[in-house]
């Protein structure tokens, strides 16, 4: 009898991850932010599914998440958005006891004022975002500042991100500004600079910049270093110029969602990605640098010493990250709204 009821539960339990359904997770990230095969390992590994899709701005993203309420697990989002997210209860209180490997993280990238004790986030890939140029077509020598830019002769040649923070804080930069100026009368000069620079610009978007590059769309413009690097991988005469005002400096955070279905799926992936032979693969393949020590050790000198990826010695202190503007935002998105109206 005794026998008979072990055997029983034996049996049970066997079936029962089976009838409990497959182990998943539904990631939402950056597009080209994670080569293909991570994901592959980590489910031949661990046996969870990931469900992937990207986006190519951090408002996309938001929208969709609070659309859809539940959809997602794991999102990605840059300092302002995790500090808005975290104060709107959208974030999910990581488990530090789930993240073994929390400790390859370099502590400089570590309780930064937009998540502080980094309850909520954990820093994924941070990058300088600079201006971008088809040295074939302009001489990278005379595209130096910010800006330059504004010049009649980049008329419809220029790329912008299809990013409002972004290209305001740049916009900010040119004119001296604080970068995450929340008065009225600077978002306004900061819209009126922008104005004038419409004309040169050919296109705002951020889904595959490289390609518009790659290609010859486009000649110069605002680019992430990791664009310029992909596209330098393929055409050369794409180069990454610092820009004399300074870079603009970002960060983009690994975040469960309050309302995850999959917590403890995305607490094993956000632990994955963390190992240093992970965090290496995915730093050299997208051209980002990693907040993993770990992994910059373990980084080909080549890479290491790419001054695209890594940018030279007194670069990062000049930039700045973008933090939450509060109800600020509403007047960029206006402003926004009516530039590439053309208004
Ligand atoms: C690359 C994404 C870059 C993210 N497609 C910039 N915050």
Excluded: C
Aim: charged share 20%.
């Amino acid at each position: 009898m005794m026998r008979r009821r072990l055997a029983a539960f034996a049996f049970a339990a066997f079936l029962a991850p089976l009838s409990a359904g497959q182990r998943e997770l539904r990631f939402f990230n950056w597009s080209d932010y994670l080569p293909p095969a991570v994901l592959e390992n980590f489910t031949r590994e661990t046996g969870i599914q990931v469900h992937y899709a990207t986006y190519d701005s951090n408002e996309a993203m938001y929208a969709k998440v609070k659309l859809l309420g539940g959809g997602y697990d794991l999102v990605v989002p840059s300092t302002y958005m995790i500090d808005r997210m975290r104060k709107q209860g959208l974030l999910y209180p990581l488990d530090r006891s789930l993240l073994p490997h929390f400790g390859n993280l370099d502590p400089r990238h570590l309780d930064r004022p937009f998540d502080p004790g980094n309850r909520y986030s954990v820093p994924y890939l941070w990058g300088t975002t600079g201006i971008g140029v088809n040295a074939e077509r302009f001489d990278p020598a005379s595209l130096q500042a910010w800006a330059d830019l504004w010049q009649p002769r980049f008329r419809r040649a220029l790329l912008l991100p299809n990013d409002m923070r972004e290209v305001f804080h740049m916009a900010m930069l040119v004119l001296g500004l604080p970068v995450n100026s929340t008065d009225p009368a600077h978002i306004e000069a900061a819209y009126r600079k922008l104005r004038e620079l419409m004309p040169n610009v050919r296109l705002f978007s951020s889904d595959a910049p490289q390609i518009l590059f790659i290609t010859g769309e486009v000649d110069a413009g605002m680019i992430w270093n990791g664009v310029a690097y992909l596209a330098a991988r393929e055409a050369p005469a794409i180069r990454f110029v610092q820009a004399a005002e300074g870079p603009l400096l970002w960060m983009d955070n690994l975040a469960i969602l309050k309302n995850a279905e999959n917590p403890n799926e995305a607490h094993a992936l956000i632990d994955y990605l963390l190992r240093p032979e992970v965090a290496r693969l995915i730093s050299e393949s997208v051209g980002y640098a990693t907040p993993n020590a770990a992994a910059v050790a373990l980084l080909p000198p080549a890479v290491r010493n790419d001054p695209v990826i890594h940018p030279p010695p007194g670069i990062i202190e000049r930039g700045e990250y973008q933090v939450d503007l509060g109800e600020a935002i509403g007047l960029y998105t206006e402003y926004w709204e009516r530039l590439k109206a053309g208004q």
